[in-house]
């Protein structure tokens, strides 16, 4: 069915940037309302940011005003740029559809730290 596979993560200093995409293969990304989520170790998966087949945007309190979700439909591609990295944004990453949850891919790791 649908594969996912995230890249992109890595060790970044509080305040710095880190631009994720996420490659779809088995389906249009065009049809399905996309999202980003995310894993701390000890903490529940949490839906960071989400991006619907026309554009909308929606993000988590936790996030807002530093990341930002797009999609590339042409590429089949889905991608949150990062900004202004905090400690606690340290995760691991996953993208996914919202509506309808497809296989998990392996995820890529986030890491805030000094």
């Known amino acids: 069915q649908v594969q996912l596979v995230e890249s992109g993560g890595g060790l970044v200093q509080p305040g710095g940037s880190l631009r994720l995409s996420c490659t779809a293969s088995?389906?249009?990304?065009?049809?399905?309302?996309m999202g980003w989520y995310r894993q701390a170790p000890g903490k529940q998966r949490e839906l960071v940011a989400s991006?619907?087949?026309?554009?909308?945007?929606n993000y988590a309190d936790s996030v807002k005003g530093r990341f930002t979700i797009s999609r590339d439909d042409t590429k089949n591609t889905l991608y949150l740029q990062m900004n202004s990295l905090r400690p606690e944004d340290t995760a691991v990453y996953y993208c996914?559809?919202?509506?309808?949850?497809?296989?998990w891919g392996q995820g890529t790791q986030v890491t805030v730290s000094s």
């Open positions: 996914n559809g919202v509506i309808t949850i497809h296989n």
């Open positions: 088995g389906s249009r990304l065009s049809i399905w309302k």
């Open positions: 991006i619907s087949t026309s554009g909308t945007t």
